[in-house]
């Protein structure tokens, strides 16, 4: 099982960025898919997930600003971010879960403790 995450960079305020999770050695069909991310000196956190019925969650402070969204016929999936802020730069990482009842509960409340793969993180900033 392999998660690739890509699609960081530096970008402006204001600017925006699509990151990408590719899946390998299973189907996203069966996974909830989250993305997290971490900045120097915090906690990891939840950004947002995708179950394998298509419900998505996000966190809060993102204020409608991130779209996730699924390909599975490329067993892929995306992270649309838009209106980029400063506070947003950190490593943004994609982890999956496999969905079954205790995978969905993790996934909505954005829990990455609860996730079983990792990928490799993408890094992502935002300055002027």
């Known amino acids: 099982v392999q998660l690739q995450a890509s699609g960081g960079g530096l970008v402006q305020p204001g600017g925006a960025l699509r990151l990408s999770c590719a899946a390998s050695?299973?189907?996203?069909?069966?996974?909830?898919i989250g993305w997290f991310r971490q900045a120097p000196g915090k906690e990891r956190e939840g950004v947002s997930c995708i179950t394998s019925d298509g419900s998505t969650y996000y966190a809060d402070s993102l204020q409608g600003r991130f779209t996730i969204s699924s390909d599975n016929a490329k067993n892929v999936v995306s992270l649309q971010m838009n209106d980029l802020k400063p506070e947003d730069t950190a490593v943004y990482y994609c982890?999956?879960?496999?969905?079954?009842?205790?995978?969905?509960?993790?996934?909505?409340?954005?829990?990455?403790?609860?996730?079983?793969?990792w990928g490799k993180g993408t890094q992502v900033t935002v300055s002027s």
């Open positions: 982890a999956a879960v496999y969905a079954d009842s205790g995978g969905y509960d993790d996934c909505e409340a954005l829990n990455y403790e609860g996730m079983e793969y």
């Open positions: 050695g299973f189907t996203v069909d069966d996974y909830a």
